[in-house]
Nanobody
Framework: QVQLVESGGGLVQAGGSLRLSCAAS????????MGWFRQAPGKEREFVAA????????IYADSVKGRFTISKDNAKITMRLQMNSLKPEDTAVYYC??????????????WGQGTQVTVSS
């Protein structure tokens, strides 16, 4: 069972930046496509970004395109999400997801515990 642990969340002002990290417990991570999702209070978990196992292919939700960048470091078995120009509507718990592909929550097998991102106006 692969474990995923997110870090890097926090409180930031609108227009600021944060970088989230997702550390995997096993090197099988290197074979996984990975993704980031987020869930705001009272809302369903939604897709943010995904990256192929080798980092070549990426997809983004329209709401974050041009502001967020997903990356994968197989040597360090870590995935990151660089978030720039943050908006209050980006406030949510951000989840790392592994071994899957696409924009659906059901498309991934492994999940982290989440990290809170709060953007103040």
């Amino acid at each position: 069972q692969v474990q995923l642990v997110e870090s890097g969340g926090g409180l930031v002002q609108a227009g600021g930046s944060l970088r989230l990290s997702c550390a995997a417990s096993e090197r099988t991570f290197t074979n996984f496509h990975m993704g980031w999702f987020r869930q705001a209070p009272g809302k369903e978990r939604e897709f943010v970004a995904a990256i192929s196992w080798n980092g070549v292919s990426t997809i983004y939700a329209d709401s974050v395109k041009g502001r967020f960048t997903i990356s994968k470091d197989n040597a360090k078995i870590t995935m990151r999400l660089q978030m720039n120009s943050l908006k209050p509507e980006d406030t949510a718990v951000y989840y790392c997801a592994g071994r899957g592909w696409g924009t659906s929550v059901q498309g991934y097998d492994y999940w982290g515990q989440g990290t809170q991102v709060t953007v103040s106006s």
